[in-house]
Structure formats: structure tokens, C-alpha cells
């Protein structure tokens, strides 16, 4: 578990100082693959450096499973600096070695011996889907390849946490897909907390399980990825949701609207339609879509509804777990 407590950080600025954190609370539980997502210059980069014990905060704490990490000397620091690899928006490559030795050269500085070296190196190559390419040098691979190998790279030694700061960055979207698949894995199969920044929310939707939304430094939301996204007014719902830009007239037109989060195959398959039939009632889609949040299909639509008993439906919708929004009511009151 990391615990961010009251986290503060600036840098110099040509005038006053620039704020890159301010009053940061997290908490990021063990073998969690966390998001942390927003704009441009809103603090992200600054808060894994942060969390790396890279950069030290003006004020406030992290706690590496419990352990205060403010008050260790150098030697402790450097040990328990080995636990939190990173991996860099531009990671570096030994052009002259091979993808398998650039993999191993941090297990050798560590003094790990041959076979059990080769081992892990084995191990992380084939979790990186590299293992046909082990004897190439990064020359010859693609940039997302050469992502893998540094991500491969990052988890040789077995680090407790990994910071991959931007790890899609710059990246077409196939090979954007490839290394977050690589990241889910060395989660799933390694044990090891994955934290990622990045500005493309959709990167958190496809393989967070938890994120924080950052702006101008602040922690904006955080939370259960699927718990956010069902809270009404929540800015990743906004960001990661369908969007509705169904006209107001339509709305209009029907007798209730309300915006409709649905979560999970059941939901989305069934509930409208068992809906409509035990109420009795008409009930469109008239806006919104479906996603996928991980492996969750997630909906949100705008629904429009005619019929004597439309309040009645909406809420047996929302007692049925969907979250619904009422909308401004329609032309006409519905006869009691
Ligand atoms: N070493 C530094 N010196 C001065 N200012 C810095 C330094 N590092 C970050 N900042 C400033 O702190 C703020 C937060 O920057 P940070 O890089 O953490 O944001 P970010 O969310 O990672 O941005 P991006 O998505 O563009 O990488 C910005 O205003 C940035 O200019």
C-alpha cells in the first residue's frame, strides 16, 4: 500500500513559485494498477517522481506500506529506492546490446549469477512478449518494442511498485494497447502495484482498476474507476462516458428524461428492455453509448420515456442498480 499524505511540492518560478502539488491525499492499495490522469502540467509527472523518492515534497508524507519514507538515511534510502522502479517517458536503451542483455544489465549490477539470471530475464521477455526477439537489438524494433524492453527491464530485479510515467506517450493506438497489456500483466503475474500517469483518459479506462484526476495539482476525484464512474456530476464519467449530445427539444418530446449509467453484461443487456415490458411504458435511447471499462461493458444513455406510469420505471431502473439522473420534466405531468 502507498499512502500519500498532505503532499506539497514546488518549483522555482520566474516570479513566484510554481505549486506542482497542493494538499495531495491518495492511497493506492497493493497489486493495484492506478491511474493517475489529467492535463498538461497538472502534476503527475511531479507526483511519481514524488512517490519514487526521486523528489522530496516541500511537505507532506508517503508512506511505503507503512513505512514513512521521509525520515530514512542513505543507505535505507537507497534500498528502499529499489523497490519503486521506474520507467521514464523516453527510457533509454543500450544500443549495442541485445533486448535480452539490456533486460538483464540491471540483474547484473545487482550480482545475480547465471542461470538465475537468465531465468528472469526469460521470465520478464516472454510477460513483455519479447521473446522471439530477444537476440535483436533495439535498432531494429519498434518504438513500442523498445517500450517493452525498458518495461521488462524495470521489473527484472522484482520492484514492489512500478511508476510508468507516460507510458503510452507518442504511441499509435495498437501499440499504446500492447503496453498497457504488458503493464496488466506484470500486475496480475508479478504482484507487482502498477502506477501510470497519463493525459489520455482512455488509457486509465482500458486497464485502471483506481485512478486520481489531477488539475493545477489538485486531486480532483479518486476512487474505484467504476465507482466514480457512476457518481452523477463525476468529471471521469465526463471524460471516459459516451457522450450524450442529444438536442433539448428531444428530450423534450417525451413525457420523463434521465441519463441512464449502466455497469456490467446484465445491466447493459437487460434491465431497459425488462423495464419497458413490466412497465408498460415506451422507452428510447435517444443519445449516449456503450463502452468498455477493463473487461466491464459500461453504458450511458439518455432515455426518453412515454407512458402513464414513466416515474414509476425510472425509479425500478435505479433500484435495479443504474444510476439515474432525472432530467428537467417533459411537456406534459403524468396523470396519477
Ligand atoms: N523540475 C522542475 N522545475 C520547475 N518546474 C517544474 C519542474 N517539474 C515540473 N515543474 C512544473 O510543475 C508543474 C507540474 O508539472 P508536471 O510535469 O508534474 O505535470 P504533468 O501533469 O506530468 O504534465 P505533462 O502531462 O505535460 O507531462 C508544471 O507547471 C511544471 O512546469
Not at 82 to 98: D, K, N
Not at 191 to 217: H, K, N
Request: charged letters at 20%; a neutral charge; aromatic letters at 2%.
Amino acid at each position: 500500500m502507498i499512502t500519500v499524505e498532505n503532499l506539497t511540492k514546488s518549483f522555482p518560478g520566474k516570479g513566484s513559485p510554481v505549486l506542482a502539488l497542493r494538499e495531495v491525499n491518495l492511497e493506492i492499495s497493493a497489486g493495484a494498477l492506478y491511474g493517475v490522469v489529467g492535463p498538461a502540467r497538472s502534476g503527475k509527472s511531479t507526483l511519481a517522481k514524488v512517490v519514487a523518492l526521486q523528489e522530496k515534497p516541500d511537505r507532506g508524507t508517503v508512506r511505503l506500506d507503512g513505512l514513512n519514507t521521509a525520515g530514512l538515511d542513505g543507505r535505507r534510502l537507497r534500498e528502499v529506492r529499489r523497490q519503486v522502479a521506474v520507467l521514464g517517458t523516453a527510457p533509454s536503451l543500450h544500443a549495442e546490446r541485445t533486448v535480452a542483455g539490456n533486460v538483464a544489465a540491471p540483474l547484473e549490477q545487482l550480482g545475480v549469477d547465471g542461470p538465475q539470471r537468465r531465468s528472469r530475464v526469460g521470465r520478464v521477455l516472454d510477460l513483455a512478449g519479447l521473446t522471439q526477439r530477444a537476440a535483436q537489438h533495439p535498432g531494429e524494433l519498434t518504438e513500442g518494442q523498445r517500450r517493452r524492453v525498458a518495461l521488462a527491464r524495470a521489473v527484472a530485479t522484482g520492484p514492489a511498485v512500478l511508476l510508468a510515467d507516460d507510458p503510452t506517450a507518442g504511441l499509435a493506438a495498437e501499440e499504446a494497447g500492447t503496453v498497457l497489456t504488458v503493464l496488466d500483466r506484470a500486475r496480475a503475474e508479478l504482484g507487482v502495484t502498477v502506477v501510470l500517469t497519463s493525459q489520455d483518459p482512455a488509457v486509465a479506462r482500458r486497464v485502471c482498476d483506481e485512478v486520481a484526476l489531477l488539475d493545477s495539482g489538485r486531486v480532483v476525484e479518486h476512487g474505484s474507476l467504476l465507482d466514480l464512474l457512476a457518481l452523477p456530476g463525476s468529471q471521469t464519467a465526463d471524460a471516459l462516458l459516451p457522450a450524450i449530445d442529444t438536442p433539448r427539444a428531444q428530450s423534450a418530446a417525451y413525457d420523463r428524461a434521465a441519463d441512464v449509467v449502466l455497469i456490467g453484461f446484465a445491466a447493459v443487456g437487460a434491465l431497459l428492455p425488462e423495464a419497458a415490458t413490466r412497465f408498460d411504458v415506451e422507452l428510447s435511447t435517444i443519445g449516449g453509448g456503450l463502452t468498455r471499462v477493463g473487461d466491464t461493458p459500461v453504458a450511458r444513455f439518455r432515455v426518453g420515456v412515454r407512458g402513464r406510469q414513466a416515474d414509476a420505471v425510472l425509479a425500478w431502473i435505479g433500484d435495479h442498480g443504474a444510476h439515474v439522473t432525472h432530467l428537467a420534466g417533459g411537456p406534459r405531468s403524468i396523470a396519477a
